[in-house]
């Protein structure tokens, strides 16, 4: 039964591929590189800001770098909520129930309307405690708090656009917003040096620059999402016509999100913690680590493109009772993901000081920033499965096992390793990066144990 409020079939049409038939291999790639391009896209934000940031200085790129974190710890809890709207909408498509999926995207809006009530405040009057934690210099908070403050006053648009652009893809529709993607970036990638610098005619703002053309680029996003959305130009059209609020719907979002939830945020708690490691070593040291984290993300995006691809085909194909296809999807994806890394890697190590001075100049930032960067590679061999096969079953539900490997990964392996190496042998700093790359491995490895067992093929939500 079509729901009150849906496009017409004739509107429709182009959105109306079912996902789980035909082939496997070719549903992944038509999924995933809209998604490839809208995860680098996201990923350029933080990356644009670090390049011109970097001219400002080592205080400046570790102000950010921090300050960064911090705002990606409260993102990932908005994504993990994300996540559990993913869940659910897809397999409501896969069964056929768009009227479902309708439903479960108003909730979801209703969901972000509260997070967003809980973060301006928190951005507004918390930005410079926040920073003192990590013993950094006074320059270093002076720089990553106006970086902070502006960031968490507009995490309410980046709510909203996260929830958006997660229904459309799971949905099936990535298309719509990579294309949004694209044009706010745009703007972003324009708009950065002149409000970082004060070109022509615009104030000179510093880091704060960078953090308003954030906020700028990703209203322009919500706005253009919003507009799609309620004129039915992607697969599902809303309305808020009879809208209630239904606290078992709310509850089942939030259930299946609150492990995706506490996985992202202790991801995000745990490179606090690292960091903390890496300051008593300087700002360079600090600067050196923020670069080679912006040149990680790109190498990863390959993973977390067909990782959510592999995810929503899974959601769709289990919504169809057709666990077989589910479980090919998230192979096939893996085996992807592993030969572009190790392309990555071989890069990395010919090219490593080309590629960090791209964020920056100075010598000694430069030459520790690459030796982080070959580290690494150690486990970027391995390392791609992890956020693939962690995609794949967040994708259809399953999120407390991947929540179990971040957590044991990083306090069983990667932060002892790290604080051991670090202070207790002669690698010094170099320790806290081995520490990283092993933990890679370690998380690695019980996820694909875990996602060949395949008792996430009975997970219902």
């Given at each position: 039964?079509?729901?009150?409020?849906e496009?017409?079939?004739t509107?429709?049409?182009?959105?109306?591929?079912?996902?789980?038939?035909?082939s496997?291999?070719?549903?992944?790639?038509?999924?995933?590189?809209?998604l490839?391009?809208?995860?680098?896209?996201?990923?350029i934000?933080?990356?644009?800001?670090?390049?011109?940031?970097?001219r400002?200085?080592?205080a400046?790129?570790?102000?950010?770098?921090?300050s960064?974190?911090?705002?990606?710890?409260?993102?990932?809890?908005?994504?993990?909520?994300?996540?559990?709207?993913?869940?659910?909408?897809?397999?409501?498509?896969?069964?056929?129930?768009?009227?479902?999926?309708?439903?479960?995207?108003?909730?979801?809006?209703?969901?972000?309307?509260?997070?967003?009530?809980?973060?301006?405040p928190?951005?507004?009057?918390?930005?410079?405690p926040?920073?003192?934690?990590?013993?950094?210099?006074?320059?270093?908070?002076?720089?990553?708090?106006?970086?902070?403050?502006?960031?968490?006053?507009?995490?309410?648009?980046?709510a909203?656009w996260t929830m958006?652009?997660?229904i459309?893809q799971?949905?099936?529709?990535?298309?719509?917003?990579?294309?949004?993607?694209?044009?706010?970036?745009?703007?972003?990638?324009?708009?950065?040096?002149?409000?970082?610098?004060?070109?022509?005619?615009?104030?000179?703002?510093?880091?704060?620059?960078?953090?308003?053309?954030?906020v700028?680029?990703?209203?322009?996003?919500?706005?253009?999402?919003?507009?799609?959305?309620?004129?039915?130009?992607t697969?599902?059209?809303?309305?808020?016509?009879?809208?209630?609020?239904?606290?078992?719907?709310?509850?089942?979002?939030?259930?299946?999100?609150?492990?995706?939830?506490?996985?992202?945020?202790?991801?995000?708690?745990?490179?606090?913690?690292?960091?903390?490691?890496?300051?008593?070593f300087?700002?360079?040291?600090?600067?050196?680590?923020?670069?080679?984290?912006?040149?990680?993300?790109?190498?990863?995006?390959?993973?977390?493109?067909?990782?959510?691809?592999?995810?929503?085909?899974?959601?769709?194909?289990?919504?169809?009772?057709?666990?077989?296809?589910?479980?090919?999807?998230?192979?096939?994806?893996?085996?992807?993901?592993?030969?572009?890394?190790?392309?990555?890697?071989?890069?990395?190590?010919?090219?490593?000081?080309?590629?960090?001075?791209?964020?920056?100049?100075?010598?000694?930032?430069?030459e520790?920033?690459?030796?982080?960067?070959?580290?690494?590679?150690?486990?970027?061999?391995?390392?791609?499965?992890?956020?693939?096969l962690?995609?794949?079953?967040?994708?259809?539900g399953?999120?407390?096992?991947?929540?179990?490997?971040?957590?044991?990964?990083?306090?069983?392996?990667?932060?002892?390793?790290?604080?051991?190496l670090?202070?207790?042998?002669?690698?010094?700093?170099?320790?806290?990066?081995?520490?990283?790359?092993?933990?890679?491995?370690?998380?690695?490895?019980?996820?694909?144990?875990?996602?060949?067992?395949?008792?996430w093929?009975?997970?219902?939500?």
């Amino acid at each position: 039964m079509e729901e009150v409020g849906e496009s017409p079939q004739t509107s429709a049409d182009r959105f109306d591929r079912d996902w789980t038939k035909g082939s496997v291999v070719g549903n992944l790639l038509s999924l995933s590189w809209p998604l490839m391009i809208g995860h680098s896209l996201n990923m350029i934000g933080p990356t644009i800001d670090m390049i011109w940031v970097g001219r400002l200085g080592a205080a400046a790129i570790a102000g950010v770098g921090i300050s960064g974190m911090a705002v990606m710890m409260v993102n990932s809890l908005m994504m993990g909520l994300a996540m559990g709207t993913r869940a659910i909408i897809a397999r409501f498509i896969g069964a056929g129930d768009s009227a479902g999926a309708n439903h479960v995207a108003r909730q979801a809006f209703i969901v972000c309307a509260g997070f967003s009530l809980v973060m301006v405040p928190i951005g507004m009057f918390l930005a410079e405690p926040i920073l003192a934690v990590f013993g950094v210099e006074a320059d270093v908070i002076a720089e990553g708090a106006a970086y902070m403050r502006i960031m968490l006053v507009g995490s309410a648009g980046m709510a909203f656009w996260t929830m958006i652009e997660g229904i459309m893809q799971a949905s099936g529709d990535t298309q719509t917003p990579m294309r949004i993607a694209v044009l706010f970036r745009i703007v972003h990638v324009v708009l950065c040096p002149f409000l970082i610098f004060g070109w022509w005619i615009f104030p000179h703002l510093g880091v704060s620059g960078a953090a308003v053309t954030n906020v700028i680029s990703q209203g322009l996003g919500l706005v253009l999402g919003f507009w799609i959305f309620f004129s039915g130009r992607t697969r599902l059209r809303l309305t808020m016509k009879n809208l209630r609020l239904d606290t078992a719907m709310i509850w089942r979002i939030v259930r299946i999100g609150i492990p995706a939830t506490i996985g992202g945020m202790q991801r995000s708690f745990g490179n606090i913690i690292l960091m903390w490691f890496i300051s008593p070593f300087g700002t360079v040291a600090v600067a050196a680590h923020t670069i080679c984290q912006r040149v990680e993300m790109f190498v990863m995006m390959p993973a977390m493109g067909l990782g959510t691809g592999a995810g929503v085909l899974a959601g769709q194909n289990l919504g169809a009772n057709q666990p077989a296809r589910a479980e090919k999807s998230g192979w096939l994806a893996a085996g992807v993901v592993e030969c572009c890394l190790i392309c990555f890697s071989g890069a990395i190590l010919l090219w490593a000081e080309q590629i960090i001075s791209i964020f920056g100049t100075e010598p000694e930032v430069v030459e520790l920033s690459a030796t982080f960067l070959r580290i690494a590679v150690a486990g970027f061999v391995v390392f791609g499965l992890e956020p693939v096969l962690m995609s794949c079953l967040s994708g259809v539900g399953d999120t407390l096992p991947p929540m179990l490997t971040t957590v044991l990964s990083f306090w069983l392996i990667q932060i002892p390793l790290a604080y051991f190496l670090s202070n207790y042998t002669t690698l010094g700093v170099y320790g806290v990066r081995w520490g990283m790359a092993i933990g890679m491995i370690g998380a690695a490895v019980p996820l694909v144990i875990y996602f060949k067992i395949g008792r996430w093929k009975r997970k219902k939500v």
